[in-house]
């Protein structure tokens, strides 16, 4: 089992950065994706943001592709999202997950942390 902590959300304006990191615990995450998805509303599906695997492939949805970045550490067991040029609609809960390689589901949650941008 992996465990996962976020850190790093907040109040920002439109136009301004955030970073936020996530700390990856439990077991060796050689084999696994780490994924930032987030949940705009409540009851609204949770959104794939940005993911990256173990060989540093990356993946970015079209809404926040030139804007967000992945960044993984594999000394630290550390992934963090760096988050520019925010836009009210970047607001949402944003949680770390992961999954092995080749499932289709991330299994494990961190708790979330939230992003509020306004306008």
């Known amino acids: 089992q992996v465990q996962l902590v976020e850190s790093g959300g907040g109040l920002v304006q439109a136009g301004d950065s955030l970073r936020l990191s996530c700390a990856a615990s439990?077991?060796?995450?050689?084999?696994?994706?780490l994924g930032w998805l987030r949940q705009q509303a409540p009851g609204k599906e949770r959104e794939l943001v940005a993911?990256?695997?173990?060989?540093?492939?990356?993946y970015y949805a079209d809404s926040v592709k030139g804007r967000f970045t992945i960044s993984r550490d594999y000394r630290k067991n550390t992934v963090d999202l760096q988050l520019n040029a925010l836009k009210p609609e970047d607001t949402a809960i944003y949680y770390c997950?992961?999954?092995?390689?080749?499932?289709?589901?991330?299994?494990?949650w961190g708790q979330g942390t939230r992003v509020t941008v306004s306008s």
């Open positions: 439990g077991r060796s995450l050689t084999m696994y994706v």
């Open positions: 993911a990256v695997d173990s060989s540093n492939s990356k």
């Open positions: 997950a992961a999954k092995l390689r080749g499932n289709a589901e991330y299994t494990s």
